[in-house]
């Protein structure tokens, strides 16, 4: 179940309920998004306040009703009520999210969502609209829009970054790597004023950016590495690169552990991650889903490497793992270039 089939299952319970038990008016639309910091599930909606004001109804009595309606519908595995009524909503898995990666590759994440849709991205004139507008114009274009001087126009504005150092080109001490003032300038959403103390930015463990790369490079790691021991059928898979994983997926099902399938359901959700970021003009919303993407990777690496230790022989098993790097360095190579910033191999 997509974004907007989702949307339009919460619309008809909505309405449903609205007709019936509650006796109230009819909303024309209610919001679907991605959770807020702090809160679960895949999605999270406030229709059962919106409804519950309209009716006059306790909204924890009508998100239970509504919670109760929207657990039954197919695609939905869990619908959890938090806060004063908000519904957090979470979906059953549709088809296998690493495979998809692999072999979508440096499409994956992308869609059609925007298609015959066209945009005119004027920025205001300072760097951070600027970089705003290069990643918009990204994110438009993996979503099948089409952007250039005739369309819609969107106008880019950014809060200016607070004072600190002046921004330049390359590392120096009156600048900064060009990927990490990106990152910064990127990170924060467009409302909100980005910070560029070098403390915060320029060490490794304040700036998820690094964190992030260096996973990519991990992932790259393990393949060249899988390579050299010739685990899986290397004549059609060079192992060079972090998304060239053994060239056959197992032949049996293998059972993953739950740190696998943290990882798994992070890579799973990019292509809906792109598409929030698109819609929203909020490239924020991808930088921030690459930090739980990277965290999700070197948590199910350090539970469970993927590669054999000593004299163990390879199995099934580090072979599925081996794949799963293979497309969480996709999934984050992906996200990366969509922010302009760089992936790198070796870190």
Known sequence: MDPAELTGTVLRTVRSAAVGELGAPVPARVVVERPRPGGCGDYATNAALQLAHAAGRDPLDVAALLRDRLAAQPGIAAVTVTGPGFLNITLRPAGDSVEDALAAGQLFGHGDFLRAQSFRLVPDDHPRALVLAASLRRLLLAAGASVGEQGDLVRVRAVPAADGPRPGPGPGPDGFPSDVLRWAFLRTPAYQRSRLAPALLLRREPNPLFRIQYAHSRTAALARAAAALRIGDTSTSTGTSADTPPAAPPAAPVRHTRSDGVLRAAIGELPAVVETAARRRAPDRLARHLDVLAGAFLGAEAAHP??????????????????????????????????????????
């Not at 072979?319 to 870190?347: K, T």
């Open 306 to 347: 993927a590669l054999p230790s000593g004299d163990e022989e390879p199995t099934a098993v580090h072979r599925a793992r081996l794949r799963q790097a293979a497309a969480a360095g996709v999934a984050l190579r992906n996200g990366l270039g969509l922010l302009g910033i760089q992936a790198p191999e070796y870190v």
